[in-house]
């Protein structure tokens, strides 16, 4: 079975505060992948990151980074410095290779106030 | 990365009429493609998955004769879905995949309203 928990429903911050979102998964294929997206009001689903089950390297996309962690089955997305253009709902998702199709968390919907 | 459009973006329908919404990959050919309905504030579902020329895989609970799914070509698939009542209000979004990626890539999104 594939499964993705994002336990974090709501969080709110301030302007400039560095914010966490948590994703933890669940396969029982060791060939998988990982993914974030963005959906802002608009509805549309903005890719912003692809991570292989034998890449564990960290990555850092300008005030994004994503954390993966194998040993804990975690992707973790955080945000430096969140702006308003933040706000929006984020999704975590799984796609592995015996199974054809990609599940999605719960999301977490994050508010950044001025 | 690759484009998937979806039409129509909105659509607003009468109780008992049916709706059909399209997903077309304009660069690439989608061997595969997936229908997922998201409720209002809630993460997105799966409903089925289509492969080229082949009968679509619903998941538990989809009602098949409800909702359609045809994707007779390798860059269109389509969901219709029929008798519609105000309880398949939702919003509707799209997935194609070529055969030999992993990644998905997301149509725009259909909202359904049905009065």
């Known amino acids: 079975a594939q499964k993705v928990t994002q336990a974090q429903t709501e969080i709110s911050v301030v302007e400039k505060e560095d914010v966490t979102l948590d994703c933890v998964y669940e396969t029982r294929d060791t060939t998988y992948y990982l993914f974030w997206y963005k959906q802002p009001p608009s509805g549309e689903l903005v890719f912003l990151i692809r991570r292989n089950s034998f890449d564990e390297q960290n990555e850092i996309s300008g005030r994004y980074s994503w954390n993966f962690q194998k040993s804990t089955s975690s992707f973790n997305f955080t945000i430096t410095a969140s702006q308003v253009v933040d706000s929006a709902v984020y999704f975590c998702?799984?796609?592995?290779?015996?199974?054809?199709?990609?599940?999605f968390g719960a999301g977490t919907r994050l508010t950044v106030k001025p | 990365g690759a484009v998937v459009s979806q039409h129509p973006s909105r659509v607003i329908c009468k109780s008992g009429t049916s709706v059909k919404i399209e997903c077309r990959s304009l660069?690439?050919?989608?061997?595969?493609m997936f229908w997922y309905r998201q409720f209002p504030k809630k993460s997105l579902m799966l409903m089925a998955t289509s492969n080229e020329g082949s009968k679509a895989t619903y998941e538990q609970g989809v009602e098949k004769d409800k909702f359609l799914i045809n994707h007779a070509s390798l860059t269109l698939s389509t969901l219709t879905v029929t008798s519609a009542h105000p309880e398949d209000s939702s919003f509707y979004i799209c997935?194609?995949?070529?055969?030999?990626?992993?990644?998905?890539?997301f149509g725009q999104g259909t909202r359904l309203t049905v009065v």
């Open positions: 997935s194609a995949r070529s055969g030999g990626n992993t990644e998905a890539f």
């Open positions: 998702a799984l796609i592995s290779l015996s199974f054809n199709d990609m599940r």
């Open positions: 660069d690439f050919q989608a061997t595969t």
